[in-house]
Structure formats: C-alpha cells, structure tokens
C-alpha cells in the first residue's frame, strides 16, 4: 500500500510503503496497455456510466475535472487548440525541442527507450537523417491544425484537469489524476491522448479557463478520449532505468 504526498521542505514526492496483502485492481492491470493514441477515434459518444468511471478514476487531491463533450463544446475547444498549435509551430525553439524527442526509426525508438516514437503519431518509421529532413516538409502549421481537427471531431470528449493551486503539489496531483483517468480509459477499452496547446501556450490560458467556466484558475492538462484502433506504442525504459 503506498501512501503519497508532496513534501514541501524537501521539495520532492514522499511515498511510504506498507506491506499489505497482494490485490490486483483493474488500473493496475492496465498499467502496461496504457498509451497515448495519437489516431483518430470513432466519433461515438460514451455512455453515461463510462463517463462517470472516468469522473471517478480522476477524483480526489483537490483536482478538478471539467468533461467537455457534445459538437459545440468541442469545436469551441478545438478553436483553443489550432490557436495554440499555430503559435507553437511559429515557434523556433518548440519546433526543435518537438524534433528532439521524436524517435524516427524503430532502431532508435528501442535503444533509446524514450521519447515518442514516430509510428504511434501514425507517421513512417524511417531513418533518423530522413526523418528528419521529412519532418522539416511535413510539418506544417496547416497539416497540424487539420490533423487536429480530425481528432478533436472524431473523440467522444475532451477531459481538462484543474489542479487546486498554482505549485508543484497541485501539480503533481493532476499526473495523478490525470494517470488513474488514463488507466481507468484503457480498463474501458477508451483511448486517450493529449492536447495541450491551450494550456502550454500561456496566452491562451486565461481565455481557456474563462470558456471552462473557471476565470482566474489554471487548467493544467488537456486530454480527449474516444474508442478507436491502438496505434504502435512508445517505447518506456525498464524501471531500474529509471528508479535509483
Ligand atoms: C505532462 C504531460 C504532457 C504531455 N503533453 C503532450 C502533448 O502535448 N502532446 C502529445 O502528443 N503528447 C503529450 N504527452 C504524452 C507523452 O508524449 C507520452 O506520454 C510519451 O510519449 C509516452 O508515451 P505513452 O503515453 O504512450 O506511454 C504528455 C505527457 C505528459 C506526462
């Protein structure tokens, strides 16, 4: 059983373990299906009773989600989103960090273990010096916005999470929510995938949060769902990689 809080004098996550009979919960045995899928989703609704599991799953720390769904909602959405996208394709600095973490070949994506392989966005997987050159066409500030467009138009929802304050406990309470809402999804056979334009770019969170009906507060993620095809997955690091 773990316990977890923000530890502010030490400025980190605290975790205390106790020992407790084995159980396994359906989030846990999601935990290796869970991935972000980047493709377009069937444009059904959810039922009343998914969309209730998923409010449950990100319930708790102070977080508040906000289920937008139905065409107006999501194309007002969506207006955020190609907002957002246009500055960040504009944006030099983005564009390159983008490049950076994307793993044009498989060869790459398996040995670095990280990042965001270039299949799971539904693009070839080719040879990183080619990759890149084509990356440098194809990514454009239309062919983003009309992708995302498909996107947003083919999802069942868009979930914002809204942390209680502005630092880093308030944050790190979004993941979690944000990870027990993804784990919940994948228990249901939903996708999920992030958009995050309207909060990453910071010009356009004070009207985002106005739309949500929350003027003054920070959305923190942006999320949409929907039942689709999985797409190739990203690939993670083996945990001792990554816990000391
Ligand atoms: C805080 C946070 C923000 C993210 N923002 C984006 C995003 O804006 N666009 C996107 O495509 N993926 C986003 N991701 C998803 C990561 O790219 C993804 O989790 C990573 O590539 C690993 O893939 P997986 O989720 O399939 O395991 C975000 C993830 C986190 C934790």
């Known amino acids: 059983m773990a316990q977890a809080a923000f530890d502010v004098s030490r400025d980190a996550m605290r975790i205390d373990l106790e020992a407790t009979a084995p159980a396994a919960s ?57 907002e957002g996208n246009r500055a960040q394709v504009r944006d030099k600095a983005f564009v ?8 044009f070949s498989a060869s790459d994506a398996v040995s670095l273990g990280d990042g965001l392989y270039s299949a799971s966005s539904g693009n070839p997987s080719v040879p990183s010096w080619l990759g890149r050159r084509m990356f440098n066409v194809f990514f454009t500030e239309k062919g983003e916005n009309d992708k995302y467009a498909k996107h947003v138009r083919s999802s069942a929802g868009i979930a914002v999470f ?55 507060r920070r959305p923190d993620l942006v999320v949409r769902f929907g039942r689709g095809p999985t797409m190739p997955p990203s690939l993670r690091r083996p945990v001792q990689a990554v816990l000391a």
Do not use: C
């Open 26 to 82: 359906p989030l846990f045995q999601a935990i290796p299906q869970r991935q972000s899928t980047r493709g377009q989703y069937d444009g059904n609704p959810l039922s009343a009773g998914d969309m209730r599991a998923l409010e449950r799953a990100a319930s708790g720390g102070g977080v508040q989600l906000i289920l937008l769904s139905g065409k107006p909602a999501l194309e007002r959405a969506l207006e955020f989103v190609v």
């Open 96 to 103: 390159e960090e983008l490049k950076a973490w994307i793993r």
């Open 162 to 216: 809204v942390g209680a304050g502005d630092g880093k406990a308030g944050w790190l309470e979004v993941g979690r929510a944000y990870q027990r809402f993804a784990l919940q999804a994948t228990a249901l056979g939903v996708r999920t995938a992030h958009l995050n334009q309207p909060v990453e770019v910071a010009a356009l969170r004070p009207a985002f949060a106005s739309f949500l009906g929350l003027p003054g």
